[in-house]
């Protein structure tokens, strides 16, 4: 498992940066970059969550960034339903079905109510709630400040360890 520099509490590289490494990271392991059509901002809003809140791509750490969208965010239903209606996710959720499956996904779900437990007590003592649609100003901000200023405290490698995750074809080995 690689561990990102934004999954690092006291991060000190932009949250711009942080896009950049996040799509670095999917592109080394040959996943499709998903771009913003023009005028929007949703993958770009929705990438920024995996960096503020420390997470990856793995399926748990998908399921944990919901938890924190959900609790931690400022968010309007059609924001939320903006990234959801995008063809490549649409697709997703319809390969779910085959690979991996989802009663699997189900029981990952409920593996990880612990994880999701301790991220609604986080979201809770945050200071503020993080902006789903993320201003422009704030990319060029230190990751870190911006934890500070919102009172996020992502989980720690340990905490965000699964036993036993879920492998189906779209893992990223490393």
Not at 24 to 52: C, E, M, W
Request: hydrophobic share 40%; proline share 4%; with cysteine.
């Amino acid at each position: 498992m690689i561990n990102l520099s934004f999954q690092s509490q006291n991060c000190d590289i932009t949250l711009a940066e942080g896009l950049e490494e996040y799509r670095a990271y999917l592109q080394a392991n040959g996943k499709k970059q998903l771009v913003d059509a023009p005028g929007s901002t949703v993958i770009r809003d929705h990438d920024a969550t995996h960096v503020i809140f420390g997470l990856d791509t793995s399926i748990e750490q998908e399921s944990m960034l919901d938890s924190w969208v959900f609790l931690g965010t400022k968010w309007k239903l059609k924001e939320l339903l903006a990234y959801n209606k995008l063809p490549e996710i649409k697709q997703l959720y319809k390969d779910f079905r085959h690979d991996p499956g989802y009663f699997k996904l189900f029981l990952t779900t409920i593996r990880l109510l612990p994880i999701k437990l301790k991220i609604r007590k986080r979201a809770k003592q945050m200071n503020k709630k993080w902006p789903f649609v993320s201003p422009d100003s704030l990319m060029d901000q230190k990751v870190c400040d911006l934890r500070e200023e919102f009172g996020i405290k992502i989980l720690t490698l340990e905490e965000r360890a699964v036993n036993k995750p879920l492998i189906w074809s779209g893992t990223i080995a490393n």
